[in-house]
């Protein structure tokens, strides 16, 4: 079956180390995928996109690697903030229109 | 960017009322708007897509008498949960694409349904 994994459901690290949090996928080939940051009662906001054929992608204190071989995408938040706290969601594009979400890793970032 | 502004953000109700969700794209025409379901500590779940000008687009599983979307223009998509139970309450989420960038999804802020 066709599932997407976020490892943690919660990850908590302290303010100035940097988070790391996965996204596994099964039976699929996504073009792209995407990963969104999700604070409590509010929608989802796009971050970053990195394609099948790229392995790294970074802004500013984000990087995402994406490892079709594997089926796994990383997201790395570096210098971590408490502003930082939130949940993130990875997402494939699994054809032309269709969007698919993990259920999020929920970070928080102590002081 | 674009801005998708959905309301309300709340709403509470009493079983058997039915409540209309809206999602307008504010700065840009979206010819397709999806609808989410999200319960809490879960993923987004996508319920339909919803095309300007015909008729949406439903996932397997979702009852389209229940869930009744309309999608009269390109900048507006409503969600109308029909004679709504306690199971249907949950944060039901809009997106669109804009026309300009079709890789990036813009939500909306979500709406926060209790039924009663």
């Known amino acids: 079956s066709q599932k997407i994994e976020q490892n943690s459901e919660a990850l908590n690290i302290q303010e100035g180390k940097t988070a790391t949090l996965t996204c596994n996928y099964t039976?699929?080939?996504?073009?792209?995928l995407q990963w969104y940051r999700q604070d409590p009662g509010r929608g989802p906001v796009f971050l970053l996109l990195?394609?099948?054929?790229?392995k790294e992608k970074r802004k500013e204190r984000l990087k995402v690697t994406f490892d079709t071989t594997l089926k796994q995408s990383l997201f790395h938040i570096t210098a971590s903030q408490p502003a930082d706290s939130a949940t993130y969601l990875c997402?494939?594009?699994?054809?032309?229109?269709?969007?698919?979400f993990g259920a999020g890793t929920r970070l928080t970032v102590k002081p | 960017g674009a801005v998708v502004s959905q309301h309300p953000s709340r709403v509470i109700c009493k079983s058997g009322t039915s409540v209309k969700i809206e999602c307008r794209s504010l700065?840009?025409?979206?010819?397709?708007m999806f609808w989410y379901r999200q319960f809490p500590k879960q993923s987004l779940m996508l319920m339909a897509t919803?095309?300007?000008?015909?008729?949406?687009?439903?996932e397997q599983g979702v009852e389209k008498d229940k869930f009744l979307i309309n999608h009269a223009s390109l900048t507006l998509s409503t969600l109308t949960v029909t004679s709504a139970h306690p199971e249907d309450s949950s944060f039901y989420i809009c997106?669109?694409?804009?026309?300009?960038?079709?890789?990036?999804?813009?939500f909306g802020s979500g709406t926060q349904l209790s039924v009663l």
């Open positions: 997106s669109a694409r804009d026309g300009g960038n079709q890789e990036k999804l813009f």
């Open positions: 700065d840009f025409q979206a010819t397709t």
């Open positions: 039976n699929y080939s996504p073009a792209y």
């Open positions: 990195i394609r099948e054929n790229e």
């Open positions: 919803s095309n300007e000008g015909s008729k949406a687009t439903y």
């Open positions: 997402a494939l594009l699994i054809n032309n229109n269709d969007m698919r």
